[in-house]
């Protein structure tokens, strides 16, 4: 519940809000709404589970919570690199940033993170749906991870293994280093200018973003970007830093170290009490 009203609370001020009307909060708007749609795609499911003592799924329940899972993780990591390419011109651009990042161009990207998300995330799906399952049905886990269903399968599952560490190599690396690269250009940046409180604005312009975009990464890698034979019982609970704690986490780092949000949450805050 809090993860949903604190990611819906952001949505509702920037939608409400015409000083957050910016491409910053263009991307943020999107980002909470993806940190809503994961964790529902998860949460309720394993809730019910842990409430009702029944821990069975049917097969096109688990396939789909499954490609829900990837596709959306997919697209949230297209995402960051986007933000960070937003921060990038912002900062090392200031004068140029309205004319290079448009409206016209922040729509585009964003159908590029979903459309990239997408093809990632498809062609495992399709491969996963045409794996053979014997009698082994038990998943030592709290939702359908695909690392998971591959050792439930009773076929040759290597060809599957390399196509999936090649798109989570593609997803992650691919836009890890397209996040390394505007924040050290970013860095370089700030370290010039003049004053110290210029450099501390231009920090805490980036620090929200940095933060949930090392925590995601890292839990990731951990968990995706080894063989699938490397399960262990860790794994669940780094899921859990992607699937709660992320999602948890994110409206009260953007929104606390944020002052533009803070000002608008209390703005928001006084039409309420207004009405």
């Not at 809503?36 to 096109?60: C, D, N, Q, R």
């Not at 798109?167 to 924040?183: D, E």
């Amino acid at each position: 519940l809090v993860i949903l009203v604190g990611n819906l609370l952001i949505v509702a001020l920037i939608l409400s809000d015409r000083d957050l009307h910016r491409p910053m909060y263009f991307f943020l708007c999107n980002l909470s709404s993806l940190e809503i749609f994961i964790t529902t795609s998860i949460i309720p499911k394993t809730v019910a589970s842990l409430l009702m003592g029944s821990k069975a799924i049917s097969y096109p329940a688990c396939i789909t919570q499954c490609y829900f899972y990837f596709l959306l993780g997919n697209i949230e990591f297209v995402l960051f690199a986007v933000m960070s390419y937003d921060r990038y011109v912002a900062i090392c651009y200031p004068l140029q940033y309205p004319m290079l990042m448009n409206s016209q161009l922040c729509v585009q990207l964003l159908l590029g993170s979903w459309t990239a998300g997408f093809l990632v995330t498809v062609v495992p799906t399709v491969l996963v749906v045409r794996l053979p399952f014997c009698n082994a049905n038990r998943i030592d886990h709290f939702f359908c991870d695909v690392v998971l269903l591959i050792k439930l399968s009773c076929a040759e599952t290597q060809t599957f293994e390399l196509v999936s560490f090649m798109n989570a190599f593609i997803i992650l690396f691919g836009s890890l280093v397209m996040t390394a690269m505007s924040y050290l250009y970013i860095i370089n940046t700030i370290l010039k200018l003049p004053s110290a409180s210029s450099r501390n604005k231009a920090f805490s312009t980036c620090s929200s973003h940095f933060t949930i975009v090392v925590l995601a990464y890292s839990s990731c890698i951990f968990l995706y970007m080894r063989p699938s034979s490397h399960h262990t019982s860790y794994n669940k609970t780094v899921a859990l830093l992607n699937t709660m704690v992320i999602p948890l986490m994110s409206p009260f780092i953007f929104s606390l170290r944020n002052e533009q949000m803070k000002k608008a949450f209390k703005v928001g805050l006084k039409r309420s009490v207004i009405i």
